[in-house]
């Protein structure tokens, strides 16, 4: 086509295609490239072009040839940016002819920088279709354009691919904290923040979760949330939505959520300990599980275990970002729980911070106070402290019991003697004695 042809194709209908359907160029749009190119498995070779542009109409001809050299093996496509401009924006393009090539990873299509020849790009695309066959033979999925599902973007990444449809489920509707970063494929600031993102998530991994939404691609949330820009990092807490000021290192990332985690988690739950379920609760899952034996009822009353409970439940609100477990039992109720944590010799009430999955223990020696529990407390956050092995290598049995009613306690009534039917003239003083 030369430029004649075009000069009249632009009086006679605007911006004209320069490949007929029989090319074996494929007409790109945005009715078709989610679909075709990002959401299908085959590789794509996209140029990106405009019909007055003289580079591009001399590239026809090489770039035909290649199409036809590579049919049934890798795709060919168009995309008229003078006509589709969304789509030239959506991936940077900025000159004509721009050539990218969508391999294993579509959200990352790589430049096409060599020669524009047919025989340079076949080669180049073959080498790509090679690299994309030997990682899907080591077991790496493809990067398509994200399905309803709320996966990871790869097997082994902490970072939650989010999209228009599950967006509502995953975050919105969570108790979950999220992070959530709307990016473009194309923005260089993306991909640099791409590692750090997954560095991020890996260390926040069941205190803060971060996901990655294509904004380009779902549009619905980017526009709800007012996204200009990219990256734009939000974070979402139950219907709270926050702007994210933070660096862009893992370890500002990192910093930022864990503050903004220690604001918005509750005080930990100070529970009793009745079953062995409730041991596991609190030891299992969780890093590192405080247990308290508080006094037996009849030597510490209502009023007394309450103070007990509420001084250790402020100890969790001050702790809450290390993720604890903290349980209480009664004095003597659970004796094989004392002995493995060699609880009793020093009287009650008695601590003990315990690590279940080393078996390891340490015992507080010092004053059951709030200053000498916190002074405890913070030598193990740094991991100071003597510890010693958990007795029997492993949780004790939990003896069921009932879990206290919040009121006093009180001895057992003694048994009424019925005295009216002795008589005492029975008995002299001899028997008696």
Known sequence: MNRLAVFFTFLLGGASALYSSSSGVVDLTPSNFQR??????????????????????????????????????????????????????????????????????????????????????????????????RAQLSGKKS????????????????????????????????????????????????????????A????????????????????????????KGYPTIKFFHKGDVEEYDGGRKSSDIVTWATDKAAVNIPPPEVKQINTEADLDEACKEHPICVISILPHILDCQSQCRNKYIK???????????????????????????????????FGYPALAA???????????KGSFSEDGINEFLRDISFG?????????????????????DGKDGALPEEEDIDLSDVELDDFDSKDEL
């Open 143 to 198: 990067g398509g354009g994200g399905g309803d599902g709320g996966g990871s973007s790869s097997g082994d990444s902490d970072v939650v691919e989010l999209t228009d449809s599950n967006f509502e489920k995953l975050v919105l509707k969570s108790d979950d904290m999220w992070l959530v970063e709307f990016f473009a494929p194309w923005c260089g600031h993306c991909k640099n923040l791409a590692p750090q993102w997954e």
């Open 354 to 364: 315990l690590n279940a999955k080393k078996m390891q223990f340490a015992l507080l």
């Open 36 to 133: 075709d190119v990002i959401n299908g498995d085959e590789v794509w070779i996209v140029e990106f072009y405009a019909p007055w542009c003289g580079h591009c109409q001399q590239l026809v001809p090489e770039y035909q040839k290649a199409a036809q050299a590579l049919k049934g093996v890798v795709k060919v496509g168009g995309v008229n940016a003078d006509e589709h401009k969304s789509l030239a924006q959506q991936f940077g393009i900025r000159g004509f002819p721009t050539i990218k090539i969508f391999g294993l990873d579509k959200k990352k299509p790589q430049d096409y920088n060599g020669q524009r020849t047919a025989k340079g790009i076949v080669d180049h695309a073959l080498e790509i279709a090679q690299d994309k066959v």
């Open 311 to 345: 001084m250790l439940t402020r100890l969790g609100d001050k702790y809450k970002q290390k993720m604890w477990g903290w349980g209480w039992a009664e004095a003597m109720a659970q004796p094989e729980l004392e002995q493995a944590l060699d609880i009793g010799g």
């Open 384 to 404: 100071r402290g003597r510890t010693a092995p958990v007795r029997g290598a492993q949780l004790p049995k939990i003896a069921k019991s009932e879990p206290w």
């Open 200 to 227: 991020a998530a890996t260390e926040l991994k069941g205190k803060v979760k971060l996901g990655a939404l294509d904004a380009t691609v779902n549009t619905v949330m980017a526009s709800r949330y007012e996204v």
